[in-house]
C-alpha cells in the first residue's frame, strides 16, 4: 500500500512537467536551443538570439504551477533558484529580471506581442505567432 501510494505521488508531480512547452516570437529564427542555452537566456546571461536580436525573457510567478514545471523540466533546477539568481543579478547591478506576466493568458498575449521574446506555456495552447522550442540535452 505505501509503495502505491508513493508511485501515485510520483505520477502526480510528472503530470505538470510534461504539459509545459517552451515557445518564442514567430520572428525569432532559433528554435533548437539546448538544456545550457535555455539556461543561459532564463538566467538572463545571454541577451541576444543568434541573428543579433534582443531577447525578452517572459515568465509567470515562482509560485505559479506552470513556471514551476518549466524549470524543473527544462532548466533542471527549482525555481528558489532561478529567483535567487535574479535577485543576485538584479541587486548587484551586473543583470536584469525577466518581465513577469500575471496570467497564462497575458503571457501568451505578450510573448505574441514581443519580438524576440521566450517564455512558455500550457502544451498546445500557442498561437500562430508563436514557435515552438525543440529542447535537447548537451
Not at 63 to 81: C, G, I, S, V
Not at 102 to 109: F, G, K, M
Amino acid at each position: 500500500m505505501r509503495l502505491w501510494f508513493v508511485l501515485c505521488c510520483c505520477l502526480l508531480l510528472t503530470l505538470p512537467c510534461r504539459a509545459v512547452e517552451v515557445v518564442v516570437h514567430a520572428a525569432v529564427t532559433d528554435t533548437q536551443l539546448s538544456t545550457a542555452q535555455l539556461r543561459a537566456i532564463f538566467t538572463m546571461r545571454q541577451t541576444r538570439w543568434s541573428d543579433g536580436q534582443s531577447i525578452q525573457v517572459l515568465v509567470l510567478a515562482s509560485d505559479h504551477e506552470l513556471h514551476q514545471a518549466f524549470t524543473r523540466k527544462f532548466l533542471k533546477m527549482f525555481p528558489y533558484q532561478l529567483d535567487a539568481i535574479w535577485h543576485r543579478q538584479r541587486y548587484s547591478g551586473i543583470g536584469g529580471s525577466p518581465l513577469l506576466l500575471a496570467s497564462v493568458d497575458e503571457l501568451r498575449t505578450a510573448l505574441s506581442q514581443t519580438p524576440g521574446a521566450i517564455g512558455y506555456l500550457p502544451a498546445g495552447t500557442g498561437t500562430a505567432e508563436l514557435k515552438v522550442v525543440t529542447p535537447y540535452e548537451n
